[in-house]
């Protein structure tokens, strides 16, 4: 394969691995972005459901109907979020489901609640509560002009007892209630009274009868309701808490594993990127060797070597064209050679032909003709010699043209040598750069880990401080539930008191004038003793008030309790998920770092590569150069062979054999020593 094949398979997986990297943070941020839409949706469930739950317990302190009506739209609310959960998640269509059949049947309760309070009145005058105080005043009118003290007894014990079933919810009171309503209803009908009277009494006993009878009923219905109301509401929190936790797992499980899918994905495409930079330069720097090995071999003399070790389509062109000039050089240079040596033995003999014509000038005549002949040989000759020196000179001006090909070629290639070293500095600076950017991630996640590891600390401290309130509100119920005993306990002995001071005012009245003393004294008991029964009640009604705070400032606090254990468990848990992130982003560094070292190698590697190639570009500039001079040298030798041709000629012109012998030796000596072969023979 071509390096430029190998450069273009580098850039395409590349642009894949960028693609696929792409690809996977595009795909995880939708799917990551719709388990968030649901999380939301779970969460603000949760919200609005304890939202209708505060909303609740403000209906039935202080006894509104506007938090009816805002109870029923954080329902609706609620209904709203979980079917959006169950449209955009099929998966969960049964935990939503069964989230709604809870939330149904914490609606139905919490109306029929409701309405049971409704009915029997929201302020101590309206539903049944108003026709009960409407039928007991009704009811202590009719009896206040009433001579029978036993009578009066009586409906004072009744609206006694009454008053300890209000407060206390026992069966007990309600069972001596009945009884002394009957009671009473059989005295009214044996007294002995007017008709009108008795039935006027009667009514008023009925009255009151049917309407506690009916505040009975719907206090029974109440509390049948709260039972079941209180259950569906204990159900449907965890099943929602349920919803939400499933869809926090599941953001932060497709979070991580998104996380390390990425990172595969970075990691393959990284590897196989610098795989195939490797395996490019490995392709470019083997031939390059063996043609800086080659080219040294020549430049000794060595002409007869091969290049080896090259391959890649372009160095073997590269070198298939410097073996192909290497031996048409050396075919030239054989040729010069040889031409040269036979130049040197034809002027080694006409140099003696020259001495043996001195020394036999006597014999001129004889040797004329053989001189001629010599001559015309000669001309032969150095036409001969005219034109092998111009192919020569044609031969080197080619090995000329070929040398400065070459080098241009060697220039280029150190060109895009210096360009690939510098896109390889690039790299290298880039990674760098990756390095740097990863250990300020590490250091920042570092720091977050430390952050996540106080924020665990001051979340037991706060669970610490909560139990500690916990325990106190258990401290202060105990310590009301002790003291609405004791105001039980006054309040009987108010009630024993009030007895007493109506049975010392009717033995008063028994005893005449004498008991008339006694009398106002137990009147003033009795005043006394129903001042401390009010008193008693209205300190029972502020007891059980503040009992019903306690209770629940104590459920408010076991919420809460509960609350921050689970926010200290899932600080712990994000404690470990950012020192596994700590982790995480600690070995990307180092293989951020690896990567910064291998660009940097490679940039150095790249670097004596460059500098390979200008040498090889300096030794085909210097062979052109001295193919330059061989041009000019063989130009010179074709100069000499003209000349020696036209001397021959101008011998041959010379008139008179033997007369013109002086005049071809006058012509013929400096012509011997103009040559340039003559010093080369005698060195």
Same mark, same amino acid.
């Given at each position: ?30 799917? =990551? *972005? ?31 109907? !506007? ?172 099943? =929602? ?58 430049? *000794? ?122 896109? =390889? ?122 009992? !019903? ?80 001079? *061989? ?53």
């Amino acid at each position: 394969m071509s390096v430029k094949s190998r450069l273009l398979l580098v850039l395409c997986v590349s642009v894949l691995g960028f693609a696929l990297i792409f690809a996977a943070g595009l795909i995880s941020s939708k799917a =990551i *972005s719709r388990v968030n839409t649901l999380r939301d949706h779970a969460v603000e469930s949760h919200a609005l459901i304890l939202q209708a739950r505060r909303q609740e317990k403000n209906f039935f302190l202080r006894r509104k109907d !506007e938090y009816i009506a805002s109870t029923q739209k954080h329902m609706d609310e609620v209904q709203a979020h979980i079917e959006a959960v169950a449209a955009l998640d099929l998966g969960a269509k049964d935990m939503c489901d069964q989230a709604l059949r809870l939330l149904q049947s914490y609606r139905q309760r919490f109306a029929a609640m409701a309405e049971a309070e409704q009915a029997m009145g929201l302020e101590w005058n309206q539903g049944l509560q108003g026709v009960f105080v409407t039928a007991a005043r009704a009811l202590e009118k009719a009896f206040d002009s009433y001579k029978d003290t036993d009578l009066v007894i009586t409906v004072l014990q009744l609206r006694r007892q009454e008053k300890n079933y209000l407060t206390r919810d026992e069966e007990k009171p309600l069972g001596m209630v009945r009884d002394y309503v009957a009671s009473m209803r059989r005295t009214i009908l044996n007294s002995g009274m007017a008709p009108d009277a008795v039935r006027a009494e009667s009514k008023a006993l009925a009255d009151y009868s049917d309407a506690f009878e009916g505040l009975v009923r719907k206090r029974g219905e109440l509390r049948v309701n709260e039972t079941a109301m209180v259950a569906a509401a204990r159900d449907l929190e965890p099943a =929602i808490l349920a919803l939400r936790d499933h869809y926090q797992m599941r953001a932060q499980s497709l979070a991580n594993r998104f996380a390390k899918l990425t990172l595969l994905v970075e990691a393959i495409a990284a590897g196989a990127v610098i795989l195939l930079c490797l395996w490019t330069l490995m392709a470019v720097t083997r031939p390059l060797r063996a043609l800086q090995a080659y080219s040294r071999a020549v430049a *000794s003399g060595r002409l007869d070597v091969k290049p080896e070790g090259v391959t890649g389509h372009e160095f073997k062109a590269l070198s298939a064209d410097l073996s192909a000039m290497v031996g048409e050089l050396r075919a030239r240079m054989d040729e010069a050679k040889r031409k040269g040596e036979e130049a040197a033995s034809q002027a080694q003999r006409a140099e003696e032909a020259m001495h043996e014509a001195r020394r036999q000038e006597t014999k001129a005549k004889e040797l004329w003709q053989r001189m001629v002949e010599l001559a015309h040989r000669a001309e032969a000759f150095s036409e001969q010699l005219a034109s092998s020196a111009e192919q020569f000179a044609a031969m080197v001006a080619q090995v000329k043209q070929g040398a400065f090909a070459q080098s241009e070629r060697m220039a280029e290639t150190a060109s895009a040598m210096h360009q690939m070293s510098a896109a =390889i500095v690039e790299v290298a600076r880039g990674a760098s750069s990756a390095s740097d950017s990863a250990r300020e991630v590490r250091a920042r996640a570092r720091t977050g880990a430390d952050m996540v590891f106080l924020a665990v600390e001051s979340i037991g401290g706060v669970r610490g401080r909560t139990l500690e309130m916990h325990s106190g509100m258990e401290t202060l119920n105990k310590q009301v539930e002790a003291i609405g005993q004791v105001m039980d306990v006054i309040s009987e002995i108010a009630d024993q008191t009030n007895l007493l001071a109506l049975n010392a005012a009717i033995e008063a009245a028994r005893a005449g004038d004498a008991g008339r003393g006694f009398a106002v004294v137990a009147d003033e008991v009795r005043k006394l003793a129903e001042k401390t029964m009010t008193a008693t009640k209205e300190v029972g009604q502020r007891i059980k008030a503040i009992q !019903e705070s306690a209770r629940m400032s104590m459920e408010r606090m076991h919420e809460s309790v509960q609350a921050v254990e689970k926010s200290t468990d899932l600080a712990k848990a994000s404690g470990a998920s950012q020192e596994e992130i700590v982790g995480l982003v600690e070995t990307n560094s180092g293989q951020v770092e690896a990567i910064a070292s291998a660009s940097e190698e490679q940039s150095t590697t790249s670097e004596q590569i460059n500098h390979a190639v200008v040498e090889v570009n300096r030794i085909a500039e210097e062979l052109a150069g001295g193919m330059a001079a *061989s041009h000019e040298a063989v130009k010179g030798l074709s100069d000499m062979a003209v000349n020696l041709r036209t001397m021959m000629r101008e011998m041959l012109a010379l008139e008179g054999g033997p007369a013109g012998l002086a005049t071809g030796q006058a012509v013929r000596h400096p012509t011997i020593k103009a040559s340039p072969t003559h010093p080369q023979r005698r060195q």
